[in-house]
């Protein structure tokens, strides 16, 4: 689209739905949901990456805070709330997954 400029490197590394095709503007039904239906598509066979890094992120914070534990304070607490944000990110990819391998399946076959 014009005047829109692609998401960052983070932000595509983290989130898929920054990589995900805009349904143009005054786009039909038709096109609207050929669109969804190539972004369920994409989601499904690609969200493997996106689960495994943020359940990378959630180990290491996990070991982390573990290390930290005996420390106590702001930095274990800091570690905690670093914990809990990557469990977040992680239940969240594996929602978008199920909800897109879900819409995928729902299609039949003809679709896929």
Do not use: C
């Amino acid at each position: 689209m014009p005047g829109t400029r692609p998401a960052s490197l983070w932000t595509r590394f983290w989130s898929p739905t920054s990589l995900l095709e805009r349904v143009p503007p005054g786009a039909s039904d038709e096109e609207a949901e050929a669109v969804a239906r190539r972004n369920d598509v994409w989601l499904k066979t690609y969200m493997d990456m996106y689960i495994l890094r943020w359940g990378a992120l959630w180990a290491a914070s996990v070991v982390v805070a573990l290390l930290l534990a005996e420390l106590g304070g702001p930095l274990f607490g800091l570690a905690l709330i670093g914990n809990l944000a990557a469990l977040v990110g992680l239940a969240r990819m594996i929602s978008i997954y199920r909800r897109a391998s879900w819409s995928v399946s729902r299609r039949g076959p003809r679709d896929r």
